[in-house]
C-alpha cells in the first residue's frame, strides 16, 4: 500500500512539475504579446508610415487615407497594436512549443526541426517583402488611377488596412509552399513523381489563388503573383525530390 501511496505521489509530483513547466512558457509568450502590443502602440504613427508606404500618398485628393468615424483611428490602433503583439509573441510561443516536445523527438527529428523553422520563418519573409515592395504598389497604382477621370478616390483608412494585412499575411502564407511539400515528402504522404504530376494543373490553379489574393482582376497583377506561386511549386518539387 505504501509503494502505491509512493508511486503515485510522485506521478502527482511530475504532472505538477510538467503543469508548472507549462504556465511559465505561457507567461512568457504573454510577455512577448505585451510587449510586441505596447511597442506597436507607442510608435504607432511609424507603424502607420510604413504600413502606409506602399500606397505613396494616393489614397485621397488630400494624399493621405481618411477616417468617417470619431473612434474609427482608435479601434484601429487598438487593433494594430493587437497583431504587432502578435507578430511578436508567435515566433516565442513556436518556440517554447518545440522545446516543451523536444523530449519526444530523437536526434534527427531535433536538427529537423532546428534546419525547417528557421527555413519556415525566411520563406514567410521573403512573402511578406514582395507583397510590400511589389504587389501592393503596383495593384494600388492601378485601382486608384483606374476611373479616375470619373471620380475621385476618398479611401477610408481602416479599408486600406484590412486589404494590405490581408495581402501581406497571405503571399507570406503562399511563400511557404516549397517547405509544405518538403514536408509531405518528408512523411511520405505525397512522392516528388506524385507532385510532377500535378504540374499540368499549377497554372491554372496559380491563376486562381492569384484572383483571390489580389485585388484587381487585370492580367498584370494577377501575373506578379501567378508566376512567382508556380516557380515555388517548381522549387517544392525539387525539394521534395532531396527527401529520396
Known sequence: MNALDSELQQRLESIWRHFRGVKRRLLYVLVAFGVGASLTWSFH?????????PARNNLSATGPPIFTSPT???GLTVRLS???????????????????????????QRRFVALFLPSAFVFYLAGV??????????????????????????IRISEYMD???????????????????????????VSWQ????????????????????????????????????????????GLAWLTR
Not at 507603424?47 to 502606409?52: E, H, I, Q, S
Not at 504598389?137 to 488611377?145: E, H
Not at 494590405?164 to 504522404?189: Q, S, Y
Not at 508556380?230 to 517544392?236: K, T
Open 45 to 53: 504613427e511609424t507603424v502607420f508610415g510604413w504600413l502606409l508606404a
Open 163 to 189: 486589404l494590405a494585412k490581408a495581402m501581406i499575411f497571405w503571399l507570406g502564407v503562399v511563400f511557404e509552399l516549397p517547405l509544405a511539400m518538403f514536408l509531405l515528402a518528408k512523411l511520405k504522404l
Open 194 to 237: 506524385r507532385f510532377k504530376g500535378f504540374r499540368r494543373y499549377v497554372p491554372v490553379t496559380a491563376y486562381i489563388l492569384s484572383a483571390l489574393i489580389t485585388p484587381t482582376f487585370d492580367t498584370v497583377n494577377q501575373t506578379l503573383v501567378a508566376v512567382p506561386i508556380i516557380l515555388l511549386f517548381e522549387a517544392g518539387v
Open 82 to 108: 493587437m497583431w504587432g503583439g502578435g507578430v511578436v509573441a508567435f515566433p516565442v510561443l513556436v518556440f517554447h512549443v518545440c522545446r516543451f516536445l523536444s523530449p519526444l523527438f530523437g536526434p534527427q
Open 129 to 154: 517583402a514582395f507583397a510590400y515592395f511589389v504587389l501592393l504598389p503596383t495593384g494600388l497604382s492601378f485601382l486608384l488611377r483606374f476611373g479616375t477621370n470619373i471620380a475621385t478616390p476618398m
Open 72 to 74: 474609427e483611428m482608435f
